[in-house]
């Protein structure tokens, strides 16, 4: 069980005073927001009681079938978006020269990893912290947000000094302590669903960061394992309208690590804002086949270019306004 309190509510001491009389084991995380993680059995008339001290009881974000009300249907009016940049962050002129092209379209949201979860333990793991700095530097030039990925509580002060937006890869999207402490982050989270889990699993992860009192949070479907050995992973598109649907919350699709092939992620792109999604997750790189990570499935600039206009053509993407902010707020 999860509570939230603000910093110096009285209510919290009164909380922590409880759960000792009971001798409950918890776990404190002092952020933004104070978040109380329970752990062993709380019967009804104490959680009872613990809502009342709270001051709020936190409903499940997914509730059952009979409950389900098209919560979405006001997200599918927003301005959909788009989130791009390398997987890696590998250098200043990298990230500078892409950067300044994907301003140049008026996009306002600039990825790349700093910290990189590799299947092999010898492939390159990111630049760490000096990745985070030439992310916000290059992010601050040309006036966009940063979207980079946190791997383990221990980088989280380090992440969300340089991050707009903290994303969560589908390996620690069973990461429930992880999660815990992001809702004590007053930061938009952009949660990726695990390659093996389940649309409800994935919601159920989201409500571990809401019980935490942040509420901003951002799905993204990012292609489950399954038999079929042609393609990387498979984009479950069916899965953007149920989340939408199940959650209230937005929900992006990373087409480029369902592909994993270039020549592909431009239908996945157009298959996943037709389908509904808010927005679209893409890895560009200036030398994709030069990349240090996940080059096969990184587009080239001129073929990102491409694809923006052929989606901005079709009505899948309105054509950003240069003068105004990002079109969608967290």
Not at 22 to 44: A, M, P
Not at 95 to 117: E, T
Request: glycine fraction near 8%; hydrophobic fraction near 40%.
């Amino acid at each position: 069980m999860i509570y939230s309190f603000e910093p110096g509510d009285k209510r919290c001491e009164q909380f922590v005073a409880v759960l000792s009389d009971k001798s409950l084991d918890y776990e404190i995380i002092e952020r933004d927001k104070v978040v109380i993680r329970i752990f062993g059995r709380v019967n009804g008339e104490l959680r009872e009681h613990l809502d009342q001290i709270s001051g709020r009881a936190g409903k499940l974000i997914l509730k059952k079938e009979s409950e389900n009300k098209p919560a979405s249907a006001n997200i599918t009016e927003r301005q959909k978006f788009i989130i791009a940049g390398p997987c890696s962050v590998e250098s200043e002129e990298q990230i500078d020269r892409v950067a300044g092209f994907l301003s140049g379209l008026n996009l306002k949201y600039l990825r790349g990893g700093a910290f990189k979860p590799r299947t092999q333990s010898s492939s390159f793991q990111g630049l760490g912290k000096i990745g985070l700095k030439i992310l916000a530097s290059a992010a601050s030039r040309y006036k966009m947000k940063v979207v980079t990925e946190l791997m383990d509580k221990s980088q989280l002060d380090d992440v969300a000094q340089y991050a707009d937006i903290i994303q969560v890869g589908s390996r620690n999207m069973f990461n429930y302590s992880l999660l815990t402490a992001l809702g004590a982050v007053n930061k938009p989270v952009l949660l990726k669903r695990s390659m093996a889990a389940t649309i409800d699993e994935w919601v159920h992860a989201a409500d571990y960061i809401r019980r935490g009192g942040n509420e901003r949070i951002i799905l993204c479907e990012r292609g489950i394992r399954t038999f079929e050995p042609r393609t990387r992973f498979t984009l479950d598109v069916l899965a953007i309208p149920l989340a939408k649907e199940l959650s209230g919350l937005p929900v992006v699709a990373d087409s480029s690590h369902a592909a994993g092939n270039r020549k592909l992620v431009p239908p996945l792109i157009k298959a996943a804002l037709a389908s509904g999604a808010d927005g679209i997750m893409v890895e560009v790189h200036p030398d994709p086949d030069n990349a240090l990570s996940d080059g096969a499935q990184s587009m080239s600039l001129d073929e990102f270019k491409t694809i923006f206009d052929e989606i901005t053509q079709m009505g899948l993407l309105k054509q950003p306004d240069s003068d105004a902010g990002p079109g969608f707020q967290f």
